[in-house]
């Protein structure tokens, strides 16, 4: 940390990687990681689609460009899944998952996808081994006088042919929303710079055109109204997320959200959030030199 009143986070979303054999995406993601290490960053958040295939040997590229770097322990790094973490589309798109009216399969099949990703990234979820890893996540960091709190929700909605077609709409359950605000989290948040985290937007287009209605309900965050609603009791200072592939910085509510891009087609842009003592904060996006 370079002074005692002050975190610097950096902000990363959507890399896409698609493999060890991705060298040229992975060179970048290197050196992006290369600049978050000698900027002196505080912490790395990676707001979801950490790869583009659903495949879990894949983390564990990204899980060693982290090492590599020294970024893979629970105080530098936090990390959740996107829907191209957790949703194989060529593998839900097969005849004979695609026409299965019983959805039971396509709900284990992200859940198994999110144990195996709680397992791989373990480190950056919780330091207590006697803990299961899992999301909701509720991490609780301190910076010098200032205590951090992230709070993160996978929001997969597992893919259905009349519901999900492309696999892209996201969702949190409603148990999970109740934890979050249940006495033992709002007692730990007490003291808190709260940043909410989640993979999908709040937001995208938004405008009256019809082909930008079509895409936005392919892309839609289904109950964005209720996790809205779960940051404002928790008193969030910001959200941070990604999957619609802008940089940009809007509010719902009064509540700010900072959409991270993305890394695979924008690879030399980030954003850096800069949080005092008094919980006063600033936001910009950064271009590699």
């Not at 054999?21 to 960053?41: C, S």
């Not at 006088?145 to 519901?163: E, N, Q």
Request: with cysteine.
């Amino acid at each position: 940390m370079s002074n005692d009143q002050k975190v610097t986070l950096a902000h990363l979303s959507d890399l896409h990687i698609v493999g060890k054999n991705d060298r040229r995406q992975l060179e970048r993601l290197d050196r992006m990681l290369d600049e978050i290490v000698r900027k002196g960053y505080d912490h790395l958040v990676m707001t979801g689609d950490l790869i583009d295939t659903a495949n879990p040997e894949d983390w564990l590229v990204v899980r060693a460009a982290l090492e590599k770097q020294g970024l893979f322990e629970l105080g530098r790094t936090t990390v959740l899944p996107g829907n191209h973490d957790l949703i194989n589309l060529e593998e839900e798109l097969r005849f004979y998952h695609a026409l299965n009216p019983d959805d039971s399969g396509r709900k284990r099949r992200v859940m198994e996808r999110l144990q195996r990703f709680c397992t791989i990234f373990r480190p950056l979820i919780t330091d207590d081994g006697d803990a299961d890893a899992g999301f909701p996540l509720v991490k609780v960091l301190r910076f010098g006088d200032v205590r951090i709190a992230f709070v993160a929700v996978s929001s997969v909605l597992p893919w259905s042919g009349s519901d999900n077609p492309l696999g892209a709409r996201g969702y949190v359950s409603p148990g999970a929303l109740r934890a979050l605000v249940g006495s033992p989290v709002v007692d730990a948040l007490a003291g808190c710079f709260v940043i909410g985290l989640c993979h999908h937007a709040y937001r995208v287009y938004g405008t009256d055109a019809l082909v930008d209605q079509a895409f936005d309900w392919t892309m839609q965050f289904k109950n964005r109204e209720e996790f809205l609603g779960t940051m404002k009791v928790l008193r969030a200072g910001l959200v941070m997320h990604g999957h619609f592939h802008r940089f940009q910085v809007y509010q719902a509510d009064g509540l700010t959200f900072i959409n991270g891009g993305s890394f695979r087609y924008g690879p030399e842009r980030y954003g850096e959030v800069s949080i005092g003592s008094d919980s006063t904060w600033e936001h910009r996006f950064l271009t590699l030199q």
